[in-house]
């Protein structure tokens, strides 16, 4: 990554980026999937995972400290196992697809994903709490945030699925993204080579818009209720698969 050559409107995307990210780790699903690919555009799908990846843990510190409480472990217990396997599955094939080929497959992944939120928002009664719809949930939560952290919309289908309350969706959400994504980092350092110095130089320039946009959707969520707040999550990811899609 040549970070000397980012010009004034490179540094202000990435601090509008981790604006963003702050808002999405506070609750307003979707707009982390939206910044991926305009971090894409600066510094190509993997070196951005890198670039975004610290910024997210920020995000997550703060999303954990304010809804902590809200977390259902029960579904936690269930996913991480599946999900640290799914980080290091991503870990292998990141080297073994090109940066277009994995854009289409997660806009496939996530347009399936919304397919799936409309079908269970429609037969309220099916909910699917399996062994099997965990394990599905985690390995490809795990592949999807370690390639692209792109989990977000895997992880609203699971959550969604198991009609958690808004603040018990956020606070589980919030607990499982930090340890993976905490998790993450030493693949992202020694493997890939996509964290360093200047990359994380960035990322602490970007921390006061991170936490601006953390304590902005927290008072936002505040005034969302539950069935609109489900769709906002269905909507923001439907619109984050069509902004994947090549152009």
């Known amino acids: 990554m040549i970070f000397e050559s980012l010009t004034g409107f490179d540094v202000a995307l990435v601090l509008a980026i981790g604006f963003m990210v702050g808002l999405a780790k506070a609750g307003i699903h979707g707009l982390t999937l939206l910044s991926v690919p305009l971090l894409a555009l600066l510094f190509g799908g993997k ?35 599946s999900a640290f ?103 992202h350092v020694y493997v890939w080579e996509t964290i360093n110095w200047q990359s994380f130089t960035l990322n602490l320039i970007a921390l006061p818009l991170i936490i601006a946009g953390v304590y902005l959707g927290i008072w936002l969520v505040k005034r969302i209720n539950e069935k609109h707040y489900r769709w906002l999550v269905i909507g923001m990811t439907l619109l984050a698969a069509a902004a994947l899609l090549p152009g």
């Open 47 to 81: 070196h951005s995972s890198g670039v975004m990846l610290p910024m997210l843990i920020m995000a997550d510190i703060f999303a954990v400290h304010h809804y902590h409480r809200h977390a259902n472990w029960q579904f936690l217990i269930k996913l991480f196992p």
């Open 85 to 187: 396997v799914g980080v290091l599955i991503g870990t292998w094939l990141g080297d073994h697809i090109n940066d277009a080929l994995f854009m289409q497959i997660m806009a496939v992944i996530i347009f399936a994903s919304v397919g799936l939120m409309l079908w269970l928002e429609r037969n309220k009664s099916a909910v699917p709490d399996y062994t099997w719809f965990a394990i599905l949930a985690g390995v490809l939560g795990g592949f999807t945030t370690m390639v692209g952290n792109l989990a977000g919309s895997v992880m609203a289908v699971y959550l969604l699925s198991m009609r958690l309350p808004k603040n018990e969706f956020i606070g589980t959400a919030a607990w499982f993204f930090l340890v993976i994504n905490i998790f993450k980092v030493p693949f």
